[in-house]
Protein backbone atom coordinates (compact mmCIF):
# COMPACT_ATOMS: atom_id res chain seq x y z
CA UNK A 1 0.00 0.00 0.00
CA UNK A 2 1.33 3.42 -1.02
CA UNK A 3 2.17 5.34 2.18
CA UNK A 4 1.38 9.54 2.40
CA UNK A 5 3.77 11.19 4.82
CA UNK A 6 2.27 14.63 6.31
CA UNK A 7 4.60 16.97 7.86
CA UNK A 8 4.45 18.58 10.02
CA UNK A 9 2.33 16.51 12.55
CA UNK A 10 1.15 20.07 14.13
CA UNK A 11 1.21 23.54 13.16
CA UNK A 12 0.81 26.47 15.42
CA UNK A 13 0.46 30.08 13.60
CA UNK A 14 -1.31 33.27 13.86
CA UNK A 15 -4.06 34.79 11.80
CA UNK A 16 -2.77 36.82 8.64
CA UNK A 17 0.40 34.10 8.00
CA UNK A 18 0.95 32.13 5.46
CA UNK A 19 1.09 28.19 5.93
CA UNK A 20 2.64 25.36 3.85
CA UNK A 21 1.63 21.37 4.91
CA UNK A 22 3.89 19.04 3.19
CA UNK A 23 2.71 15.23 1.99
CA UNK A 24 4.96 12.94 0.80
CA UNK A 25 3.84 9.30 -1.05
CA UNK A 26 5.99 6.69 -0.75
CA UNK A 27 5.75 5.88 -4.52
CA UNK A 28 4.27 8.14 -7.28
CA UNK A 29 1.07 9.22 -7.71
CA UNK A 30 0.84 11.23 -10.53
CA UNK A 31 -1.71 14.08 -9.28
CA UNK A 32 -4.13 11.83 -7.55
CA UNK A 33 -4.01 13.21 -4.33
CA UNK A 34 -6.86 15.49 -2.54
CA UNK A 35 -6.97 17.24 0.54
CA UNK A 36 -9.22 17.66 3.35
CA UNK A 37 -9.68 19.57 6.07
CA UNK A 38 -11.60 18.40 9.32
CA UNK A 39 -13.09 20.28 12.27
CA UNK A 40 -13.87 18.54 15.16
CA UNK A 41 -17.17 16.20 15.54
CA UNK A 42 -17.64 17.10 11.69
CA UNK A 43 -17.16 15.17 8.66
CA UNK A 44 -13.94 16.22 5.97
CA UNK A 45 -14.43 18.31 4.11
CA UNK A 46 -13.01 18.84 0.63
CA UNK A 47 -10.22 21.25 -0.08
CA UNK A 48 -8.48 20.10 -3.16
CA UNK A 49 -8.49 17.35 -5.66
CA UNK A 50 -5.94 16.82 -8.78
CA UNK A 51 -3.64 17.86 -6.29
CA UNK A 52 -3.84 21.40 -7.63
CA UNK A 53 -8.03 22.14 -8.32
CA UNK A 54 -9.41 23.92 -6.15
CA UNK A 55 -13.18 22.55 -5.18
CA UNK A 56 -15.86 25.16 -5.62
CA UNK A 57 -16.95 27.36 -2.74
CA UNK A 58 -13.21 26.97 -1.13
CA UNK A 59 -11.60 30.66 -0.77
CA UNK A 60 -9.10 31.27 -3.19
CA UNK A 61 -6.28 31.42 -0.23
CA UNK A 62 -6.01 27.85 -0.34
CA UNK A 63 -4.15 26.49 -2.78
CA UNK A 64 -2.25 22.55 -3.86
CA UNK A 65 0.66 21.98 -6.08
CA UNK A 66 2.85 18.85 -6.56
CA UNK A 67 2.85 15.54 -8.70
CA UNK A 68 4.50 12.19 -8.27
CA UNK A 69 5.38 11.96 -4.79
CA UNK A 70 5.68 15.31 -3.06
CA UNK A 71 2.55 17.36 -2.40
CA UNK A 72 2.11 20.86 -0.80
CA UNK A 73 -1.15 22.57 0.52
CA UNK A 74 -0.44 26.10 1.17
CA UNK A 75 -2.92 28.72 2.99
CA UNK A 76 -2.65 32.04 2.43
CA UNK A 77 -3.48 34.56 5.05
CA UNK A 78 -4.94 32.32 7.47
CA UNK A 79 -8.13 33.08 8.86
CA UNK A 80 -9.94 32.14 12.21
CA UNK A 81 -12.48 29.28 10.42
CA UNK A 82 -9.07 27.61 9.21
CA UNK A 83 -7.45 26.37 11.97
CA UNK A 84 -8.39 22.67 11.68
CA UNK A 85 -6.87 19.20 10.74
CA UNK A 86 -5.98 18.31 7.33
CA UNK A 87 -5.69 15.31 5.29
CA UNK A 88 -4.01 14.47 2.15
CA UNK A 89 -5.70 10.89 0.42
CA UNK A 90 -4.26 9.72 -2.14
CA UNK A 91 -6.69 7.51 -5.12
CA UNK A 92 -3.86 6.74 -7.78
CA UNK A 93 -4.83 3.11 -6.39
CA UNK A 94 -6.35 0.13 -4.09
CA UNK A 95 -5.87 0.62 -0.88
CA UNK A 96 -6.52 4.32 -0.81
CA UNK A 97 -4.47 6.16 2.12
CA UNK A 98 -4.80 9.11 4.14
CA UNK A 99 -1.57 11.41 5.51
CA UNK A 100 -1.86 11.26 9.50
CA UNK A 101 -2.90 14.62 9.46
CA UNK A 102 -1.82 18.25 10.22
CA UNK A 103 -3.08 19.76 13.22
CA UNK A 104 -3.32 23.15 12.55
CA UNK A 105 -3.36 25.83 15.71
CA UNK A 106 -3.65 29.45 16.54
CA UNK A 107 -0.43 30.54 18.38
CA UNK B 1 -29.56 17.85 -1.86
CA UNK B 2 -27.15 15.90 -1.62
CA UNK B 3 -27.76 13.69 2.02
CA UNK B 4 -25.91 10.97 3.46
CA UNK B 5 -27.32 9.61 6.34
CA UNK B 6 -25.15 6.58 8.37
CA UNK B 7 -26.82 4.00 10.94
CA UNK B 8 -26.65 1.23 13.00
CA UNK B 9 -23.84 2.27 14.99
CA UNK B 10 -23.95 0.54 18.88
CA UNK B 11 -21.98 -1.12 21.55
CA UNK B 12 -21.12 -4.64 20.70
CA UNK B 13 -18.88 -6.55 22.54
CA UNK B 14 -15.64 -8.09 21.06
CA UNK B 15 -16.11 -10.96 19.03
CA UNK B 16 -19.47 -9.75 17.97
CA UNK B 17 -20.60 -8.58 14.44
CA UNK B 18 -22.72 -5.61 13.27
CA UNK B 19 -23.90 -3.92 10.02
CA UNK B 20 -24.06 -0.19 9.04
CA UNK B 21 -26.14 1.40 6.44
CA UNK B 22 -25.72 4.74 4.98
CA UNK B 23 -29.35 5.61 3.12
CA UNK B 24 -28.55 8.58 0.39
CA UNK B 25 -30.74 11.23 -1.06
CA UNK B 26 -30.09 14.05 -3.44
CA UNK B 27 -27.82 12.35 -6.69
CA UNK B 28 -28.08 9.00 -8.49
CA UNK B 29 -26.47 6.61 -6.39
CA UNK B 30 -26.26 4.37 -8.61
CA UNK B 31 -24.05 6.33 -10.99
CA UNK B 32 -21.07 6.32 -7.67
CA UNK B 33 -18.54 4.77 -6.31
CA UNK B 34 -18.89 4.57 -2.62
CA UNK B 35 -16.64 4.49 0.62
CA UNK B 36 -16.63 4.11 4.32
CA UNK B 37 -13.84 5.71 6.16
CA UNK B 38 -13.49 5.37 9.95
CA UNK B 39 -11.42 7.74 12.61
CA UNK B 40 -11.17 5.97 15.76
CA UNK B 41 -11.28 8.38 18.58
CA UNK B 42 -8.63 10.98 18.91
CA UNK B 43 -7.23 9.51 15.86
CA UNK B 44 -6.49 10.16 12.09
CA UNK B 45 -8.69 9.10 9.13
CA UNK B 46 -9.07 5.76 7.77
CA UNK B 47 -10.37 4.66 4.95
CA UNK B 48 -12.03 0.79 4.95
CA UNK B 49 -13.49 -0.31 2.08
CA UNK B 50 -14.52 1.02 -1.37
CA UNK B 51 -17.39 -0.35 -4.09
CA UNK B 52 -18.24 0.14 -7.39
CA UNK B 53 -21.61 1.35 -8.99
CA UNK B 54 -22.61 -2.60 -9.73
CA UNK B 55 -21.16 -4.03 -7.00
CA UNK B 56 -18.65 -5.99 -9.27
CA UNK B 57 -15.48 -4.44 -7.79
CA UNK B 58 -15.12 -4.08 -4.07
CA UNK B 59 -11.34 -2.94 -1.80
CA UNK B 60 -10.50 -3.26 1.72
CA UNK B 61 -7.96 -1.84 3.82
CA UNK B 62 -5.93 -4.70 4.84
CA UNK B 63 -7.19 -4.85 8.58
CA UNK B 64 -10.36 -5.56 7.82
CA UNK B 65 -10.25 -8.04 5.02
CA UNK B 66 -11.97 -11.32 5.79
CA UNK B 67 -13.82 -9.70 8.36
CA UNK B 68 -15.81 -6.44 7.07
CA UNK B 69 -18.21 -6.74 3.66
CA UNK B 70 -19.30 -3.84 1.90
CA UNK B 71 -22.71 -4.26 -0.23
CA UNK B 72 -24.95 -2.00 -1.85
CA UNK B 73 -28.69 -1.87 -2.87
CA UNK B 74 -29.21 0.63 -6.05
CA UNK B 75 -33.23 0.18 -5.48
CA UNK B 76 -32.85 1.25 -1.85
CA UNK B 77 -30.29 3.98 -2.56
CA UNK B 78 -28.47 2.42 0.40
CA UNK B 79 -24.92 1.37 1.28
CA UNK B 80 -23.97 -1.30 4.21
CA UNK B 81 -21.27 -2.35 5.76
CA UNK B 82 -21.15 -5.71 7.43
CA UNK B 83 -18.80 -6.20 10.41
CA UNK B 84 -17.84 -9.43 12.02
CA UNK B 85 -15.76 -10.79 14.34
CA UNK B 86 -14.93 -7.01 15.92
CA UNK B 87 -12.02 -6.14 18.08
CA UNK B 88 -11.70 -2.86 20.01
CA UNK B 89 -9.25 -1.38 17.29
CA UNK B 90 -12.50 -1.53 15.58
CA UNK B 91 -14.27 1.30 17.46
CA UNK B 92 -14.55 4.58 15.56
CA UNK B 93 -16.28 7.15 13.93
CA UNK B 94 -17.74 5.42 10.23
CA UNK B 95 -18.20 7.38 7.62
CA UNK B 96 -20.03 6.63 3.95
CA UNK B 97 -18.55 8.45 1.62
CA UNK B 98 -19.58 9.52 -2.02
CA UNK B 99 -17.31 8.52 -4.98
CA UNK B 100 -13.73 6.45 -4.47
CA UNK B 101 -11.64 9.69 -5.39
CA UNK B 102 -12.74 13.17 -4.97
CA UNK B 103 -15.38 12.15 -1.80
CA UNK B 104 -16.99 14.91 -1.71
CA UNK B 105 -19.95 14.70 0.03
CA UNK B 106 -20.15 12.56 3.93
CA UNK B 107 -22.41 11.63 6.43
CA UNK B 108 -22.51 12.62 9.65
CA UNK B 109 -21.14 9.53 10.93
CA UNK B 110 -22.33 6.39 13.13
CA UNK B 111 -20.54 5.29 15.98
CA UNK B 112 -19.01 1.73 16.66
CA UNK B 113 -17.95 0.96 19.89
CA UNK B 114 -16.45 -2.51 20.88
CA UNK B 115 -15.73 -3.51 24.33
CA UNK B 116 -16.89 -5.69 26.84
Known amino acids: AIQLTQSPSSLSASVGDRVTITCRAS??????LVWFQQKPGRAPKLMIY???KLESGVPSRFSGSGSGIDFTLTINSLQPEDFATYYCLQFNNFPRTFGQGTKLEIK | EVQLVESGGDLVQPGGSLRLSCAVSGFTFSSYWMTWVRQAPGKGLEWVASIKQDGSEKYYVDSVKGRFTISRDNDKNSLYLQMNSLSAEDTALYFCARGASYNRYWGQGSLVTVSS
Open chain 1, 50 to 52: DAS
Open chain 1, 27 to 32: QGISSA
